[in-house]
């Protein structure tokens, strides 16, 4: 059984441009939520999508946003990026609901921002 | 806010020595929660979970206890291996259980 797949592994971004993140859940999850992970903050909660919708979110800026697909595979976009931006990425999936079961992590995206 | 911490940033051990690394959490209404293991380059990875109407439970090399009263949770790894080197995190559900909470994580260093 597949686990959870992000792409890409790497990237590299310019202060002030954006990016999109992806993230394909394990078969037959529905639920998909985004971590940041930095040194100083640990995991933090970004958001997250369950058949389609946005059903929590955390405290970040409105340039964190994401979005789900039909087949539970989710996104994430960062507009404008700043040099705080740089993080891991982590993508987690849940077969139901967020606080019954715990996640499956992804391997995560590391972002640099310079 | 919720917050969870841990009592320790580092902690080594030799191999085969039993290791307890410790976490407190501050909301008492946290129902379930759980440890990761984070190897370096990879994803935390779900190591064992309690529930709040549980005080202890068990997995192999690996025992979870909960006391509710000081809100304090710890995870004991068995016959620790080299393996077993990794930053570990705790993690809660806090008050509406809609997302988990992590602690900033143990990093286990087994000395061979």
């Known amino acids: 059984k597949a686990g959870v797949t992000q792409t890409p592994r790497y990237l590299i971004k310019t202060r002030g441009q954006q990016v999109t993140l992806s993230c394909s859940p394990i078969?037959?999850?529905?639920?998909v939520s985004w971590y940041q992970q930095t040194p100083g903050q640990g995991l933090q909660f970004l958001f997250e999508?369950?058949?389609?919708?946005?059903?929590n979110k955390g405290n970040f800026p409105g340039r964190f946003s994401g979005r789900q697909f039909s087949n539970s595979r989710s996104e994430m976009n960062v507009s404008t990026l700043e040099l705080g931006d740089s993080a891991l990425y982590l993508c987690?999936?849940?077969?139901?609901?967020?606080?019954?079961?715990?996640?499956?992590f992804g391997s995560g995206t590391r972002l640099t921002v310079v | 806010g919720e917050s969870v911490g841990l009592h320790l940033p580092t902690l080594s051990v030799q191999e085969g020595d039993n290791s307890i690394i410790n976490c407190a959490y501050s909301?008492?209404?946290?129902?379930?929660f759980i440890w990761y293991k984070q190897e370096s380059g990879k994803g935390p990875q779900f190591i064992i979970d309690?529930?709040?109407?549980?005080d202890k439970r068990q997995g192999q090399r690996v025992t979870v206890l909960l006391n509710k009263t000081v809100k304090h949770l710890s995870l004991q790894i068995a016959a620790t291996q080299p393996g077993d080197s990794a930053v570990y995190f705790c993690?809660?559900?806090?008050?509406?259980?809609?997302?988990?909470?992590f602690g900033t994580g143990t990093s286990l260093t087994v000395i061979p």
């Open positions: 909301n008492s209404a946290s129902d379930y």
């Open positions: 987690a999936s849940s077969l139901i609901s967020t606080g019954n079961y715990g996640y499956t």
């Open positions: 309690i529930r709040s109407n549980m």
């Open positions: 999508y369950f058949s389609e919708t946005q059903r």
């Open positions: 078969s037959g999850h529905r639920s």
């Open positions: 993690a809660e559900t806090g008050l509406t259980g809609n997302q988990f909470y």
